[in-house]
């Protein structure tokens, strides 16, 4: 059975940091690609960040670009996102998800992702 557990989350002020992690079992966790997504109060979901199941490709959305940063533990089964300067709109239930897509490309659409966590809310605060 593959779970995806995210944790990490929280209220925070603005301009600070919190490091989301993702552990997962039952899956070949190297052979995956990843992702974070969100869902802020009354929006539809949104990509975050991915990283190539080789981990060589990345790939962040506009809005959090610069400021956030993706990576994976092979070793652990674990992807984490580090936030930095958060904002107010920043604040949503932040989901991760593993794609069984090969791709060397980091994949941005929902759609690709096969298995998916039950999400850790962040709050910022300001």
């Known amino acids: 059975q593959v779970q995806l557990v995210e944790s990490g989350g929280g209220l925070v002020q603005v301009g600070g940091s919190l490091r989301l992690s993702c552990a997962t079992s039952?899956?070949?966790?190297?052979?995956?690609?990843l992702g974070w997504f969100r869902r802020a109060p009354g929006k539809e979901r949104e990509f975050v960040a991915a990283?190539?199941?080789?981990?060589?490709?990345?790939y962040y959305s506009d809005s959090v670009k610069g400021r956030f940063t993706i990576s994976r533990d092979n070793a652990k089964n674990t992807v984490f996102l580090q936030m930095n300067s958060l904002r107010p709109e920043d604040t949503a239930v932040y989901y991760c998800?593993?794609?069984?897509?090969?791709?060397?490309?980091?994949?941005?659409?929902?759609?690709?992702?096969?298995?998916w966590g039950q999400g850790t809310q962040v709050t910022v605060s300001s």
């Open positions: 039952g899956l070949s966790f190297s052979s995956y690609g």
């Open positions: 990283i190539s199941w080789t981990g060589g490709s990345l």
């Open positions: 998800a593993a794609t069984a897509l090969r791709a060397t490309v980091a994949q941005s659409a929902a759609a690709k992702y096969d298995y």
